[in-house]
């Protein structure tokens, strides 16, 4: 499964232009952008996405909900230079047009 993910999201990025990414895992949002080698992935790993500039969010810590309204809030994120995510954690993504 994990090398057809990598190539999904390697042809998504192609068609819409954009390396950058949110991915979900069963705790964490991550934004960033997806770190292409040459700009292609034929060299991209097989287990794991690299990213740079990513954002990393607890989604327990994220948004706070009450009855009436949910406050999210970006600094209780940590930001790394570079992020390695195993592609079998990865729950959900979405390629985010800029």
Not at 7 to 17: A, L, Q, R, V, Y
Request: proline share 1%; aromatic share 10%.
């Amino acid at each position: 499964m994990s090398k057809h993910l990598i190539k999904s999201i390697g042809k998504i990025i192609e068609d819409s232009g954009s390396d950058k990414i949110t991915i979900f895992t069963g705790h964490l949002k991550i934004d960033g952008n997806v770190f292409q080698p040459e700009g292609r992935c034929e060299e991209c790993h097989d287990d794991f996405i690299t990213l740079e500039n990513a954002l990393v969010c607890r989604l327990n810590d994220y948004c706070t909900c009450d009855e009436d309204d949910c406050e999210c809030n970006d600094y209780v994120c940590f930001r790394y230079d570079w992020l390695n995510i195993a592609i079998d954690d990865i729950v959900a993504f979405s390629i985010v047009k800029e």
